[in-house]
Every structure is written in C-alpha cells, then in structure tokens.
C-alpha cells in the first residue's frame, strides 16, 4: 500500500457525497481524497466528459490533450502536498480546536475526518445544522443561507429553554455522521460514523433568540439485544457542571419506562461515567425507599419503579451497605434513618432532573413494528 492509499484507509473517503475514493483524474492512480482528483467532481455524472473529436481541429486537439495533462499533473502535485502536510502534522492529533457557534474548544482525542478537513488546526461547525467548515469565513456565509434553528427530528421534550431532539439516524444520516465525528474529538471509546443508521441519537439544547444551541447527546441502539438503553453520553466541555449530564441519563430512564423496558447503559463505562451513573442511581434507588411505605420491596420492585436494570441496583446498594445476605436470600436494609443520611450526603451533588411533564415521547416506528 503506498502513502495516497494508506492516507485515503485512515481519513475514510473523499468529501464528494456519494463518492467511495476509487479513481482518480490521473489514471495512473487508483484512489484519491481530494476534490480537485475527484472524477465525480470534475463530472457530477461519474463518467468521462470526453467531446467529438471528429468535429474537433487537429490543432485543438493537442491543445486539448495538452490541458489534461496539465491538469492531471496539478490534481496529482496537489494531493502529493496535502500528504506531505499531513505527514509532517502532530501524530497524536491534528486538528487543534473546534469552533462550535461562539465557542472555542480544545479537542481531546483525534477524530476520524475526510482528508480536507484534517489538515486544519481549527474546525467551524455550524451549531444547527453540524455543517463543518475550515474557515470562519467560509461558516459565516453559510450562516447567512442556513435555514436550521434547532436539530432535525422531533422534539420530545422542553422544560424552559432546554429541549431534547429526538434524530433518526437512517432518515438524517449526515447529521448524525456530522455529531459523531464532532462527539470523537472528547470520547475516547464507543463512538461510530459509520452505521448511525441503527442508532438513534437524542440531541439536548438551550434556546436563545437565535436558536436551540447544541448543549450534548446521548445515543442508543434502536434494537438492543441487551436492552441497553444508552449507548454514547456527551455534554460538550461549554456546557459540563451544569448537571446536564445527569438530566441526559435521567431522560434516557424515562424513556425506557415509557417504552415498557429496564435498561442499563453500554459497557465498558468510563471512570467518570460509571461515577454519574452510580451517583444517580443512589439518588433514585435512596429516593423510591424513602417513598415506599409498607415492609416489604424487592429488588424486582425496585426495577420496574425506576426502569434500573437489577443488576445495576444490586450493585449500588451493596456499595452502600443497604444489602444484606442471610440464610439464602438478599435482604435490603430500609432503615429510614440510615436512608436520609446516605440521601442527605448524595444531594450534596447538583445533579438536575427532568420533569415527567414535560415529556412528550412517542414510540417511533423502529419501536411500532415499521421499517427500522
């Protein structure tokens, strides 16, 4: 493999939409990553453009060979300097920054991007529509002919300013392929480009005057055959402390309970994941045994009341000392007293939830038996 094709393995494609790589203007090369060597670029119909060289003067028709050949060689001498540039950029990443509306972030991770958008050291992202750019300029003209004031798909729920956006993978694929390669840039596992189309991606954002700006996301399989009912969890570093990555978790419960479902999210969790999420599953299980009444609760009881995976509660409750094994059987401690010490010291924690009113899911057709 030379140095073109192993640069086209590791930035996935060409930028054209609908273009897999394959060919060149210069026939001599077998793939390329940039527009000018694109052929379906150079001929939005994917084949040649070649005149009626009958009806062509001999003189014109050298004139001609002359200026593809010209013109092969500067596509060829282009992609050459776009390799080089890469080669010589930072292994651990190249972009430096993304610009996301009015915010400048530091990037964490290397995200994987099409060639022409690798080789800059900040990205412009349109906060509404996701569209990426490499220059400020060029996003402020976009700016100006972007219709989008908030993300595609349904809206599932608003409490003051914050909405949460329900988006279909399969029907806003290039959105969805857009927020993971911008997620990539702070994740370091579990985030995908390609294959969004059995996912579907629930998009948190405030709203101002000018739009619903892009707070974060979480991500789950449409078909889980672990009922996992999260897969990827983002709060973009802007909008982190603010307790929106507990509203995002507390949603996705929700969710799974109107779907008639316990769920639990993906593993492996991050250390600071699984720190949120045993954060508000102490809140919650705390909170449901301080509420319940009579003598007797099981854990099964517990699940179906807070659509947490038994697992997941069994595990919490055993870092709390709440359960208890004797003679063959689990027995969880309920002391009332001992419940609102443990509460008292969870709440400690701003930790922001959503309101059941406020949410207006529906099942989707992915969920109703139509065509996924």
């Given amino acids: 493999m030379n140095a073109f094709q192993s640069m086209a ?6 930028p ?7 060919g060149h203007v210069n026939p001599s090369i077998s793939q390329h990553c940039t527009l000018t060597a694109c052929p379906a670029y150079r001929d939005r119909t994917g084949q040649p453009c070649e ?10 028709r050298q004139s001609l060979q002359l200026f593809r050949e010209a013109q092969n060689a500067l ?5 050459q300097d776009m390799l080089a540039h890469w080669r010589m950029l930072p292994s651990e990443y190249q972009v430096e920054q993304v610009a996301i509306g009015n915010a400048l972030l530091d990037v964490w991770y290397k995200s994987c991007l099409p060639a022409d958008l690798a080789c800059v050291p900040v990205l412009h992202y349109c906060e509404f529509c996701l569209a990426c750019f490499t220059q400020r300029l060029s996003l402020t003209r976009h700016s100006r002919k972007c219709a989008c004031r908030h993300p595609p798909g349904v809206e599932v729920y608003r409490e003051g300013q914050v909405s949460l956006f329900e988006v279909d993978g399969r029907h806003f694929r290039a959105y969805c392929q857009s927020l993971c390669r911008l997620a990539k840039f702070f994740i370091r596992h579990k985030t995908l480009v390609e294959g969004v189309e059995a996912f579907v991606f629930y998009v948190l954002t405030e709203a101002d005057q000018t739009g619903c700006r892009l707070i974060g996301y979480f991500s789950k399989e449409k078909r889980s055959l672990l ?13 982190m402390r603010k307790g929106f990555g507990f509203l ?5 419960y929700r969710i799974s309970q109107l779907e008639g479902s316990v769920g639990s ?4 969790l991050s250390d600071a994941g699984l720190a949120a999420y045993r954060k508000y599953w102490t809140r919650a299980l705390l909170t449901r045994l301080l509420e319940h009444q009579g003598t007797d609760i099981s854990v099964r009881d517990l699940s179906q009341e807070t659509g947490i995976h038994a697992n997941d509660i069994v ?13 063959g059987e689990h027995f969880i401690l309920a002391d009332k007293n001992r419940l609102r010490q443990k509460l008292s010291a969870c709440l400690s924690t701003y930790m922001r939830l959503a309101d059941p009113a406020c949410l207006s899911w529906r099942p989707a057709d992915y969920l109703t038996g139509g065509t996924a």
């Avoid at 393995?9 to 060409?14: E, F, G, I, P, V």
């Avoid at 999210?265 to 492996?268: D, G, I, T």
């Fill in 227 to 239: 009922n996992y009912n999260l897969s990827c969890l983002l709060v973009f570093p802007n909008h």
């Fill in 51 to 60: 005149p009626d060289l009958s009806r062509v003067p001999l003189e014109n």
């Fill in 315 to 327: 595990s919490t409750l055993q870092s709390l000392e709440l359960l208890k094994y004797w003679r």
């Fill in 75 to 79: 596509a060829s001498d282009t992609e």
């Fill in 9 to 14: 393995a590791s930035t996935n494609r060409c």
């Fill in 248 to 252: 995002l978790i507390d949603l996705s």
């Fill in 265 to 268: 999210p993906e593993r492996p």
């Fill in 16 to 22: 054209v939409k609908g273009c897999d790589s394959r």
